[in-house]
Every structure is written in C-alpha cells, then in structure tokens.
C-alpha cells in the first residue's frame, strides 16, 4: 500500500513564474491537507479538501495561492508569480474518511522543496 | 507565539542515554501528537494522546500530558544514534467542534544522538 505520494520532490522556479504541486493521498483516504514547512521552522497549515470540496484555506494566503482536489487525480497546490518569500518544503497529509488528527494521525508525504530564484 | 512550543530547541546526547522533550500549548485541545523528521524527509506519527489521558507508551517512547498546565514531554528512552531527527509535538484545538486535520506545530527540537 503506497504511501502519500507528492512530486515533484524538488522544483526550481524564477520569480514571477508558476508552480504547481501534487499529491496523491493513500489508498482509500479521501481528506488531503497542505502544510508549509520555512527553514529551521515548524509546520504550517494551510488548507484542508475533499474530493471536489475545499474545506478549510484559513492558513492560505490570499493572493496566489489555490488548491483543488478534483473528482479525479491528484491534489493540486498552485502558486502563481512565486516569489523568493515562496522558497519552502510542502508537505501534504492525508487521513481516511471519518477520521482526522481529532481521532487519529495524519499520513504524511515527502515533502515538494520549492527554491525561487 | 504561536501554539505548540518545545524546548529545548536543541538535544545532544549519548547513546543509550534518556532524551526528554518537552511541548507547550496555548488553548484547549482534543489531543496532541508528536512527530519524527529525518533530515530532509516526511514526518511520521510516532505517539497520540488526547486530552483525557495522562500518560501514554509506545516502545521506547512515553508521552505524559498535562492540560493544567498545558504541556507535555516526550521520553525516548536507550537511544540510538538512528533516533537522531526533528521532533515536533502537534495539537488539534476544540475551536468550533472541529475533529480534522487543522495540526497546530511547534518549532521543533532537533536531537542529535552520537554513537
């Protein structure tokens, strides 16, 4: 049973262009999250889907920044005219359906290390 | 500061010596996790323990909790030069009822363990 899957794992981009991210839950988990990881810094939350739905984008920023998990395929994390600010490793976790960090753990990938230059 | 605080921000110890981490939170929560990060790489969930209990073990880990005082500590116990990684405690709060995935982090301590 795979795990999470993201790629790419590295991405290099210039300022001004765009970057898109993917994630494909484990088997049989439906509920996808995004977290950005700064260096030498914690995790940080940025928004949580269904299939079809965006649940919660409280720590996404306003601008720029999208997410969508289509019926079909992998999650998408997009990040238009990326800035330097941008450089992070992001990470995204999947749970099953009736189940989340309130009554169990999050599986999560390896990570995509966005560097802008 | 933001929710989930560990100290010390930095570990060193000898093989086969105890590693104590330790986590501050600021609201109420459901639970609170800690995570394992090798240098580079994902996290992994290595201990879950909700609000209402007050100690929890798994293998060479122990995990207590106190909401009083809104803190809790990991112990590696006989460590070995491969515990060497991140750790980070998480904590999911009560704020609207919600039981997701919505993982509050500390900054981490990083626990170098030499052979």
């Known amino acids: 049973n795979a795990g999470v899957m993201q790629n790419p794992r590295h991405l290099v981009r210039r300022r001004g262009q765009e970057a898109r991210l993917r994630c494909s839950p484990m088997?049989?988990?439906?509920?996808v999250y995004w977290y950005r990881q700064l260096p030498e810094e914690g995790l940080k939350f940025m928004v949580y889907l269904q299939k079809e739905n965006i649940i919660d984008e409280s720590g996404m920023p306003k601008e720029r920044f999208s997410a969508e998990f289509p019926k079909e395929g992998p999650s998408i994390l997009r990040i238009q005219q990326v800035v330097r600010g941008d450089s992070a490793a992001y990470f995204c976790?999947?749970?099953?359906?009736?189940?989340?960090?309130?009554?169990?753990?999050?599986?999560f990938g390896e990570g995509s290390r966005l560097t802008v230059l | 500061s933001q929710q989930g605080e560990e100290d010390p921000q930095a570990l060193s110890i000898q093989e086969g010596e105890n590693a104590t981490m330790n986590c501050s939170y600021k609201t109420s929560i459901n639970n609170l996790q800690w995570y394992r990060q090798n240098s580079g790489r994902g996290l992994v969930h290595l201990i879950l323990?909700?609000?209402?209990?007050r100690e929890k073990h798994s293998g060479r880990l122990r995990v207590t909790l106190d909401t009083s005082k809104k803190s809790s500590s990991l112990l590696i116990t006989a460590s070995r030069a491969a515990d060497t990684a991140s750790y980070f405690c998480a904590t999911t709060n009560n704020a609207g009822g919600t039981s997701y995935g919505k993982l509050t982090f500390g900054q981490g301590t990083i626990l170098t363990v030499h052979p």
């Open positions: 088997k049989g988990h439906s509920h």
């Open positions: 323990i909700r609000s209402n209990e």
């Open positions: 976790a999947s749970s099953p359906p009736g189940q989340g960090a309130g009554t169990g753990e999050l599986f």
